[in-house]
């Protein structure tokens, strides 16, 4: 309504001509000058804390420096900012006790070559409601990303798809491996690989460490990508995984690759590049979003 730049009634006129006070134009909300200052409290007991306190300690924080504020005040502000606090995250790998767990077969072999050993594994994708999961397959030596899929459920079938896909073009591995989850001892999953005579390799309980390869490549998405763009939605998450998988499997140097692309280690054989080039893209192309219709998506509590 008021116009400070007006270029012929001033401030003063214009009030005179709306009936509005003079001062309530130049007046500067207290409130907004004190949520400014405890945004910049909350700020630092955040960054002290090593990213770590939720708003609850946050507020004990505050109190302690005599900054006497409603917890859900804090809640909003830290919205407003952007920032949460660690908390306990889905598990991705539960165990089922019915189901039959293999032995390790990675202790001890030198894995040298393209196809020698796929592993896999989930991870969650945290959404504004809710959660993703995200599965891949990798080939250990050149850490190539033969195949992914997305679903908002944990259920196998949608890792038993992505294995079919990888295997359809005739390449398969020699040994497979995963955790212990239950997506991976189903039956389902296991009889896709038997009846393409691969070995089926297990990470000891508890052993992370045992599918070292796959964890890191979560953690170079979740850093690069993930952190970097903030998913906004299911779709949104869709197309910057797909654009940041080309990216790593064809353009990405990796240090312990002697700086080539995963693809120029995996595709090495110019016999096999030729035979699957044309499959390799059409993997990225058509990858799709596992949404079974029976179940809503997952919501944090």
């Known amino acids: 309504m ?17 009936n509005f006070n003079r001062s309530s134009v130049y007046y500067t909300s207290c409130a907004k000058e004190e949520d400014m200052e405890i945004s910049n409290q909350i700020y630092e007991i955040y960054l002290k804390s090593g990213c770590r306190y939720g708003y609850r300690k946050v507020t004990a924080g505050l109190s302690r420096k005599g900054f006497h504020v409603n917890h859900k005040r804090v809640l ?15 598990r991705t790998s539960t165990p089922n006790k019915e189901h039959k767990i293999y032995p390790y077969l990675l202790k001890d072999i030198n894995i040298i ?14 959404m504004p409601v809710g959660f993703i999961y995200l599965v891949a397959i990798l ?35 020699e040994i497979f491996n995963s955790d212990q989850g239950s997506q991976f001892t189903s039956s389902g999953f296991t009889e896709v690989l038997k009846s393409h005579q691969i070995q089926i390799s297990m990470d000891g309980k508890g052993r992370c460490f045992d599918n070292i390869r796959v964890e890191r490549l979560w953690r170079t998405i979740k850093q690069e990508d993930m952190y970097f763009y903030g998913y906004e939605n ?7 995984l797909k654009e940041f998988i080309n990216f ?3 353009e990405r140097l990796h240090q312990s690759l002697g700086y080539q692309t995963p693809s120029e280690v995996y595709f090495q ?6 035979h699957l080039n044309n499959k390799s893209s059409e993997i990225f192309k058509n990858n799709s979003l596992f949404l079974p219709e029976r179940n809503e998506l997952v919501v944090a509590a």
């Open 2 to 18: 008021l116009e400070t730049n007006h270029h012929y009634l001033s401030i003063r006129r214009q009030c005179e001509i709306l």
């Open 76 to 90: 909003n502000l830290m919205r407003g900012m952007n920032i949460q606090g660690l908390y306990p995250k889905p």
């Open 113 to 126: 070559r393209p196809n020698q050993v796929w592993a896999t594994d989930i991870t969650y994708i945290p």
């Open 139 to 173: 080939d250990w030596h050149s850490r190539y990303i033969v195949n992914y899929k997305i679903s908002n459920t944990m259920e196998a079938v949608f890792c038993i798809e992505m294995l079919e896909e990888a295997l359809q073009n005739g390449i398969k591995p």
């Open 234 to 240: 299911v779709r949104d998450a869709q197309e910057h």
């Open 248 to 250: 790593y499997n064809n």
């Open 269 to 274: 054989d110019e016999e096999k590049e030729k």
